[in-house]
């Protein structure tokens, strides 16, 4: 793992071996999770986590991640609007919360960007826990690590995301991580939530679902942001789930082996049918599993990088 | 504005002067009296004149005069937010960036959109600026887009323009104020940009704000009002100006405009010609503007609009924020960037690049933007008649703007800490010295 590594912001700034360090930290984390629950690699430290943003998984897998190493876990909610409202910059914010003496920072925030407004102004490593549309680097890494559990590596996987990609820090997150480790990358959805110059990324574009599904070994299925003025990007959900739901019939399309995850939270009968995200192909709960494992091994990594 | 002392008479030597409007590009020596300019000549030949009036000499050597710059396009604040800034900083910017002229947008609280507020941001605008003011009224009461404001009595009482400094959605309403403000020789100043269309963008939408996750707002958003403009502007046959064109599509409907004979101009900011979204990669927020900076095409073609003539002028599009909101993420910070300081830093980039020539640059900064206020049988140029208002430069001369060295009352600019090349080495305004005057030489 190089020294340069101090925070973790988002995958786009990762080499492919600080990829790899950080996934075989969280395997080894996985492994040795079977023989104890706690450890105390961050004994006497303490996480601080940031949320302008609610969050249950993300949160309570931060904070799980925090205990087990054996660190002191503080959680602080915000909301985005209402402190700028107040006239307090986010960056007062983060200077206070730094006052405390707090080892770690972990940030959520509605705005893209703002992890790295953050570490212009902060020392301490600050974790990136989702901003904006931009990046969810935690979300891509136990991602990768489920694919890899199923498959063994990443390499010459054909992946599959389907839906909002306009406004998915995953997809971002995960097409710059599937990229780099050399998986071919389709995304689908209706044109509304593709933004512009999409291939730059190297990704293929499909707007018909049976398109994007052929071929595919891992469908990962993107939560639908109905409340984020999506109203005029697609007509109904009803309309959404027929032309671009996981349902049997789409299912019949896949590959046989091929995996279908999601990051959750579920819209069941909007982006995937009920059956279908409790069937034998969804790995969605080893995600939430393999989460945990992902966030202490990042943790874990970047104490070694500052110690 | 502040003319204290009673200007005396001046000799301007050795200078290096640019004035398109008496196509002088050329040295040249001025003789100044009362405020107005006297005399123009070749070197030396005003000499035994200034003797005669004993004028104090005015050591140009080395230097590129010009007259002074006039700005279309600053946000003063005064009334309404002083601390954000006022008559007394924002003319002390203009003064060090070399412009003598400004048109104050009706970004002040209460708005001006009446002959009240004309009058008073004019006193105010007396007792504190250090250069010359001109009022630009709103367009609509409150600047809401509702209802006509009292352009003529703006008009009556000094203001020289009229816009809401904002897209005015309702094209019913564009469509009269095109027609009434006919009566009063007034140009409507439009600020282009499709508030449905730029949604709630806060950068150009492509690449970079795929990349960065950021919502965009696409150059259609510009150049769809730009469009309909230009159809009103056809069918009521004013005086439009267009403000802060940033894109290429713009720049082809205007060019189309000009063709056919409307009487339309139009402005970019030295932000649009100097950037685009690249520098966004860190989510500065000092480089988060309206409209927002675009892509290398169309900076590209902004410069060549300038050059071509579909660009009438360079306005400075100063607008001052406070540090704390800029201390924001991308998304909640407040657009806009400090200019008065840079634009002829910038400008003079062109220059070097080949891309302007001198004579063109002070088309753009001065004689255009005089004549779109109608004021340029006063300002704009140095002719025998007119106001003694003039900027000495160094065009090679480089300085780092740093924040110490901000005239204005903010520092929200993307250019802080930056070398660059061009320096004001006085401005003079009435032939009063509104900015580092010049050591006399005898």
Redesign the interface.
């Known amino acids: 793992m190089s020294a340069r590594i101090r925070h973790l912001l988002g995958i786009?700034d990762l080499s492919v071996e600080e990829i790899r360090a950080f996934l075989a930290a969280g395997k080894k984390f996985k492994k040795d999770l079977e023989g104890t629950k706690k450890f105390d690699i961050l004994s006497g430290k303490t996480v601080v986590s940031l949320f302008y943003e609610a969050s249950t998984r993300t949160r309570g897998s931060f904070e799980m991640a925090s205990k087990r190493l054996g660190a002191d876990f503080i959680h602080m909610n915000a909301d985005?609007s209402s402190s700028?409202s107040k006239?307090e910059?986010?960056?007062?914010t983060a200077r206070n919360l730094e006052a405390m003496n707090p080892d770690f920072l972990v940030l959520r925030?509605?705005?893209?960007?703002?992890p790295?407004?953050l570490v212009k102004h902060l020392r301490i490593p600050v974790i990136n826990a989702g901003?904006?549309?931009?990046?969810h680097p935690t979300q891509a890494l136990l991602d990768a690590m489920t694919i890899e559990e199923k498959f063994g590596a990443l390499k010459g996987l054909q992946v599959t995301i389907v839906g909002d990609i306009a406004h998915s820090?995953v997809a971002?997150s995960n097409i710059h991580l599937l990229k780099k480790m050399g998986a071919k990358v389709t995304v689908c959805g209706p044109p509304t939530l593709i933004?512009?110059?999409?291939e730059?990324?190297g990704v293929k574009v499909a707007y018909r679902l049976d398109e994007a599904l052929k071929g595919a070994d891992v469908v990962m299925m993107l939560r639908i942001q109905f409340e984020r003025?999506n109203d005029k990007q697609i007509p109904s959900n009803s309309e959404y789930f027929r032309f671009y739901g996981l349902h049997q019939e789409t299912v019949a399309l896949m590959k046989k082996d091929a995996i279908i995850m999601h990051p959750g939270p579920l819209n069941r009968g909007v982006e995937i049918a009920p059956d279908v995200a409790d069937g034998a192909r969804s790995v969605i709960l080893n995600q939430v599993t393999n989460g945990v494992a992902v966030r202490m091994g990042v943790l874990a990594t970047l104490e070694e990088a500052r110690a | 504005m502040n003319s204290r002392t009673a200007p005396s008479s001046l000799y301007v030597t050795g200078a290096h002067l640019v004035d398109p409007s008496q196509k002088w590009n050329g040295p040249a020596d001025l003789l100044i009296e009362r405020g107005v300019v006297a005399a123009v000549d070749k070197p030396g030949k005003l000499k035994a004149k200034a003797k005669t009036v004993k004028a104090d000499t005015v050591d140009g050597d080395g230097l590129h005069m010009a007259p002074g710059f006039v700005d279309l396009n600053c946000r003063v604040h005064e009334p309404g937010a002083e601390h954000i800034e006022n008559f007394e900083s924002a003319s002390q910017a203009a003064a060090a960036g070399g412009f003598t002229t400004i048109l104050a947008q009706p970004f002040t609280e209460p708005v001006h959109d009446n002959a009240f507020m004309t009058d008073f941001i004019l006193r105010r605008a007396k007792e504190h600026s250090h250069v010359r003011v001109v009022p630009m009224g709103a367009l609509s009461h409150g600047r809401e887009g509702k209802k006509l404001a009292e352009i003529g009595g703006m008009a009556a009482a000094g203001a020289r323009a009229v816009g809401d400094s904002a897209a005015v959605e309702n094209s019913y309403l564009m469509r009269k104020a095109l027609e009434y403000a006919r009566a009063f020789q007034l140009p409507i100043f439009s600020f282009p940009e499709d508030r449905n269309l730029a949604g709630q963008g806060v950068m150009n939408e492509g690449w970079n704000s795929n990349r960065l996750g950021l919502r965009g707002i696409p150059p259609a958003a510009e150049e769809i009002i730009v469009a309909r403009d230009l159809v009103l502007l056809r069918h009521t046959r004013s005086r439009l100006h267009f403000q802060s064109i940033s894109t290429a599509g713009s720049l082809r409907a205007i060019r189309l405009a000009k063709e056919d004979g409307l009487v339309v101009t139009a402005e970019t900011n030295p932000a649009y010609f100097s950037l685009t979204s690249d520098s966004i990669a860190t989510y500065d927020a000092n480089f988060k503007c309206f409209p927002p900076l675009r892509s290398e095409e169309d900076k590209e073609a902004l410069a060549a609009a300038l050059a071509d003539g579909t660009l009438d002028c360079i306005a400075s599009a100063h607008s001052p924020q406070t540090r704390s909101s800029k201390e924001q993420t991308f998304e909640y910070a407040t657009p806009g960037m400090i200019a008065l300081e840079t634009t002829l830093a910038l400008t003079l980039e062109l220059v070097r690049a080949k891309k302007l020539s001198p004579s063109r640059m002070v088309e753009l900064l001065s004689l255009n933007p005089a004549r779109i206020l109608g004021l340029e049988d006063k300002v704009g140029g140095l002719r025998e008649g007119c106001q003694a208002d003039f900027v000495l430069f160094d065009p090679k001369a480089s300085f780092v703007f740093e924040s110490e060295r901000v005239r204005s009352a903010a520092r929200n600019s993307p250019f802080l800490g930056r070398k660059l090349q061009g320096s004001v080495k006085a401005t003079y305004v009435n032939g009063t010295a509104v900015y580092g005057a010049r050591k006399e030489k005898k």
């Open positions: 786009e985005a700028v006239g910059t986010l960056v007062d925030h509605s705005s893209s960007g703002a790295q407004l901003d904006g549309f931009h990046e820090r971002r933004p512009p110059e999409m730059k990324h003025q």
